[in-house]
């Protein structure tokens, strides 16, 4: 398996002034934690190259753009054609960073084969390519093209960091980091002393909802605790599971309706995490945001999802995430119990992945040897 690289294999000669950066930067519109990860990577290319950065963002939207707090040193490019030419026209080395996140190694074949050439090009100019942060879904099917685009395109990469622990045991090379969005982590929410009286929930739309007598163990765990339960939404289009989720809890519910901006619901979602001990759910950002507010991330999936559990463990919480399904009343309310109960070892996890993500900036400038 990957592991962590210490603070100093991460760090490299500094970057050479004359090298332009060309970051591909194209989330899901209706998820603010696609918004959180490329602002914290954005800001680690800010940090530590000294040329233009040029963002392809696609067809995201004014909000979704905002929302990444981008620079006067960022162009941005909504044609993809008109990025990529800035590329072979550029006089100067190119470094070009692909997409963070999860690739769902089929919908990621067009930026994989129009990156090719660049990649061959950025190598030819004395540049490089990076790879930064990413994890695969290894569940879904994938054509044979897009698993060759994929082999190609790690072929030609300079650095490759993993978000998770299930892909780099998978996929051979490159090593362990976290999620980006573990940068936007402010110790001073885990040191605070002000009073923590919620528990936060946040649910995917696509999978199953939890039961009833489930619903009815996280009630009475919070007022077992003297804790209100809350639904959030971090992905717009959980909006209609969440209403039937607070519904079946008998709860608060906090919607992300079409005429609140990406800044203003995260901002939202940020405040109540400052107010939660914890919170709960399948949403892998909801989490992770949760826990840089000083919330204790809680993974409660589906039968069929890896994801949570993976993510979490590369940070070091190995025992932060059950299947649903499997837990009675009782177990549900022992693990609610348990996890709560590590807010000293959780304070410590989150500040180990913060200064991850100062780590990987260091791949940014190209390791020393290389």
């Not at 070009?96 to 100019?125: C, K, T």
Request: with cysteine; aromatic share 8%; net charge neutral.
């Amino acid at each position: 398996m990957a592991e962590h690289r210490k603070d100093s294999e991460f760090r490299s000669q500094a970057i050479d002034e004359s090298i332009t950066v060309f970051f591909w930067c194209s989330g899901q519109d209706d998820n603010i934690g696609d918004v959180v990860l490329r602002r914290c990577l954005y800001g680690q290319l800010v940090r530590h190259a000294m040329g233009s950065i040029h963002v392809y963002v696609g067809k995201s939207s004014d909000s979704f753009i905002e929302a990444l707090g981008l620079d006067s040193r960022a162009t941005l490019y909504r044609s993809k054609s008109a990025w990529l030419r800035a590329i072979l026209c550029s006089s100067q080395s190119p470094l070009v960073v692909f997409d963070p996140g999860e690739l769902r190694l089929n919908d990621s074949v067009v930026p994989h084969l129009a990156l090719l050439p660049m990649q061959v090009l950025a190598r030819a100019r004395g540049g490089r390519s990076v790879k930064l942060g990413i994890s695969i879904r290894s569940d879904l099917p994938t054509s044979a093209v897009s698993r060759l685009a994929f082999r190609l395109s790690g072929a030609l990469v300079s650095d490759v960091v993993w978000r998770d622990v299930a892909t780099a045991r998978i996929y051979a090379g490159g090593r362990l980091g976290c999620d980006w969005a573990f940068g936007d982590y402010d110790e001073r929410a885990w040191a605070a002393e002000a009073p923590r009286n919620f528990l936060a929930i946040s649910v995917r739309d696509d999978k199953p909802l939890w039961t009833q007598a489930h619903a009815d163990t996280i009630r009475e765990f919070c007022d077992q605790q003297g804790l209100t339960p809350i639904v959030f939404v971090q992905v717009r289009r959980d909006n209609d599971v969440a209403s039937r989720l607070a519904e079946r809890i008998g709860c608060d519910l906090v919607l992300w309706p079409s005429h609140v901006t990406h800044a203003e619901q995260e901002g939202i979602v940020r405040q109540l995490m400052r107010q939660s001990v914890a919170v709960l759910g399948d949403r892998l950002h909801a989490l992770i945001v949760g826990a840089t507010e000083g919330a204790i991330p809680v993974g409660l999936t589906g039968i069929d999802d890896t994801k949570i559990g993976a993510h979490l463990e590369a940070i070091g919480l190995f025992t932060y995430t059950r299947e649903i399904s499997s837990l009675s009343p009782h177990g549900l309310t022992a693990f609610l119990r348990s996890v709560i109960s590590k807010r000293a070892q959780v304070a410590n996890a989150i500040s180990d992945a913060n200064r991850v993500v100062a780590e990987m900036g260091y791949a940014i400038r190209g390791e020393a040897g290389r």
